[in-house]
């Protein structure tokens, strides 16, 4: 029965075996084979592992009278000890019935090992556990460092916004205020303009004599006027060197000649006798200075003013040295000094040191910060040295050849060949470029270019010829060159010569003020110069009726004074109904028109005379005192000549703008009388 075979066999890990009470084996079952190489026949002492022999017998007799529960013995089994177990029962025919199995050698490794493990895994369990609460810990904090975030990007975001408001709204506050304080000074200016206008008409004495007493009240307001028109300088030169609208006019010059416009116009100005103005003539090898003079004079002309008003007694002494490559420009007086603790301060905006002197002289605190932004563009700068209760000395130190017009120099080429077949035309443009363009423009006309690099080459060409007309291609904001203009426009020699002034910006307000006969923005192309040179060269003649339709009779008067001496018949109308009959009545040649009357504006003037074929093309000129916006200015520049402000009106300008009016319609009627 044991030796049967059973395919469970293979499955069980139990053996079973019949045994004499000595351990006399009598049967054993195939597994018991299998398992430990018992069989019958064997001896279970001769199998035991040393030293188990005692525990065998024990087992043996226990058996013998009853169950025995488990016993573990080692037996030698292929020469190797393996540990069983064993049960052993007595069967009823006094053998014994022993069930062993053997016990698997790393179970209580393994079971170590899984208790170890399960006690590992239990700890890690435990220990991810704890990490589990950390990482969420840690999750809650990253969540609040989120929100934190949040919030404080959100709260960056409104700083931006809010920052970026502020900084638009300070731009438009600082560009407000620019315009502002443009608009005041222009304001300022034109009642000043009408007071100096009558002034020095009074002072002419063409009306009648004045008493001495009326004389020097009318200097005292001449005076007054005078410095107020100044101030007004001052702060639009300041507001246009803040915003960079200044521009640079670079010419040659000697300082000696400087010196002498400068001496000659502070001649009437330093009337004290206990003070001696003295400008030291340069040492002969100064060299010529290549700068901006009008920006120099006009620091030079601050430095001094200020000397002559800070000295009771003494000297004020104005010294041109040359330093290397810079000359120093040194105005001394021996005047109040300034204290060391506000030698700096001088330069700030509206600061002025107090003084007992100071309630006695006019100034605006405005003189030295404009002459160190002068300096600046000048490339140089203002040292101040002083003692109090000695003197000062301002030291303007400027570079002798400005960097830009060391560069023009390295453009600069002569080329100059008149041809007497050809009518001359002084071009007057410091770009090289530009220059050049202009000659290619005419190489084939009957015009040729005699070019001028500078304001002061161009005064020396017309010493040597005199031109059909003058392109003045410049950048307007130079005062130099406004100067040039005027004086070509006043002086009688070049009065006629027509002015083509070319210009980058839009200046046309100031150009045609002071006389300019056209006026073109940059870029300029062949087709307009010539047909506008032709057409200013062939168009000019006296003018007749004239009719001036202004509200303001001082306006009226001056319009008036200045046209008196040209064989003008001035018709003059207060109101527009009084303009619009008096120009179908006396059809003038011209008519002046102010920009805003009692209650009507030029528009409606301007619309009456257009729809009436007999006033429709007469042109108008509109004078105003206001600075038009860029909409009336173009609704007006569909129906008018030109724009006059009122505050630049000169007897040139006027006949500048009458004349091109003329010349606009002669060249418009034709067209216009087509059926
Ligand atoms: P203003 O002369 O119109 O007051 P400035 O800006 O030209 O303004 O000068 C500022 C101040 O500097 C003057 O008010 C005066 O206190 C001081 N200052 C300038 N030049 C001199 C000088 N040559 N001597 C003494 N003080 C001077």
Request: charged residues 30%; glycine residues 6%.
């Amino acid at each position: 029965m044991l030796d049967k075979r059973d395919d469970l066999a293979e499955l069980r890990r139990e053996f079973v075996l019949v045994c004499g009470p000595e351990g006399h084996v009598l049967e054993a079952d195939r597994c018991a084979e299998e398992l430990v190489e018992l069989k019958g026949g064997d001896e279970l002492h001769r199998r035991l592992v040393e030293g188990s022999t005692a525990k065998l017998n024990e087992f043996l007799r226990r058996a013998e009278h009853g169950p025995t529960g488990e016993w573990e013995l080692a037996l030698a089994v292929n020469g190797a000890p393996i540990a069983v177990r064993l049960r052993g029962m007595p069967r009823q025919d006094g053998r014994l019935l022993i069930v062993g199995s053997p016990v698997p050698p790393d179970l209580d490794r393994a079971l170590t090992q899984v208790r170890e493990g399960m006690q590992e895994l239990a700890h890690l369990h435990r220990r991810s556990e704890s990490q589990q609460a950390e990482l969420r810990r840690q999750n809650g904090e990253l969540k609040r460092l989120n929100h934190e975030l949040e919030d404080s990007a959100r709260g960056m975001m409104a700083l931006h916004d809010e920052v970026e408001e502020k900084a638009e709204s300070l731009m438009q506050m600082a560009e407000v205020k620019a315009r502002l304080v443009s608009n005041v000074s222009h304001e300022f200016r034109t009642p000043l303009n009408s007071i100096l206008g009558l002034t020095r008409i009074l002072l002419d004495e063409e009306d009648g004599p004045l008493s001495e007493e009326q004389k020097k009240q009318l200097n005292f307001i001449l005076r007054s006027a005078t410095s107020l028109t100044e101030l007004a300088d001052d702060v639009l030169d300041l507001t246009k060197l803040e915003s960079g609208k200044m521009t640079l006019r670079l010419s040659s010059f000697r300082v000696d000649d400087l010196f002498s416009a400068l001496r000659g116009m502070f001649r009437p100005l330093a009337t004290n006798p206990d003070v001696r103005l003295e400008f030291v003539p340069p040492p002969d090898d100064l060299p010529v200075v290549e700068t901006d003079e009008n920006k120099l004079a006009q620091i030079l002309k601050n430095l001094v003013t200020n000397a002559l008003k800070f000295t009771v007694k003494g000297h004020v002494r104005i010294v041109a040295e040359q330093r290397g490559t810079a000359v120093h420009f040194t105005v001394e007086d021996s005047g109040i000094g300034i204290p060391a603790g506000e030698i700096e301060r001088i330069f700030d905006e509206f600061h002025r040191v107090s003084h007992p002197i100071q309630e006695t002289v006019k100034g605006t605190g405005l003189g030295l910060p404009l002459c160190r932004k002068l300096a600046d563009m000048l490339e140089g700068r203002i040292r101040v040295t002083s003692t109090e209760g000695q003197g000062s000395s301002f030291v303007l130190e400027i570079p002798m050849v400005h960097s830009e017009a060391q560069m023009m120099r390295e453009l600069e080429s002569e080329a100059e060949n008149l041809d007497p077949s050809r009518s001359p035309i002084l071009v007057v443009e410091d770009d090289r470029q530009t220059l050049f363009l202009y000659e290619r423009y005419l190489r084939n006309s009957g015009f040729q270019v005699v070019p001028a690099r500078t304001v002061a080459g161009a005064r020396e060409a017309l010493t040597r010829l005199r031109p059909s007309a003058i392109v003045l291609d410049v950048m307007l904001e130079g005062d130099s060159t406004w100067t040039f203009l005027q004086e070509l426009k006043s002086e009688a020699a070049t009065r006629d010569i027509p002015v083509l002034v070319v210009t980058v910006m839009n200046g046309e307000h100031q150009a045609r003020a002071l006389g300019a006969d056209e006026f073109f923005v940059k870029p300029l192309n062949e087709e307009q110069l010539r047909r506008r040179l032709e057409r200013l060269a062939r168009v000019r003649g006296p003018v007749e009726r004239v009719l001036v339709i202004d509200d303001d009779e001082v306006a009226r008067y001056l319009v008036r004074k200045m046209l008196a001496d040209d064989s003008l018949r001035i018709i003059e109308a207060r109101t527009a109904a009084e303009g619009i009959s008096a120009a179908r009545r006396e059809r003038p040649h011209v008519i002046l028109l102010d920009f805003i009357l009692q209650s009507e504006t030029a528009f409606d003037v301007l619309d009456e005379l257009k729809v009436d074929p007999q006033t429709r093309n007469i042109p108008v000129l509109i004078q105003t005192s206001k600075d038009l916006t860029d909409d009336e200015r173009r609704r007006l520049a569909k129906d008018t000549a030109s724009i006059i402000p009122k505050r630049n009106l000169s007897r040139e300008v006027a006949m500048a703008r009458i004349r091109e009016a003329l010349m606009q319609s002669e060249v418009g009627r034709p067209h216009m009388r087509k059926p």
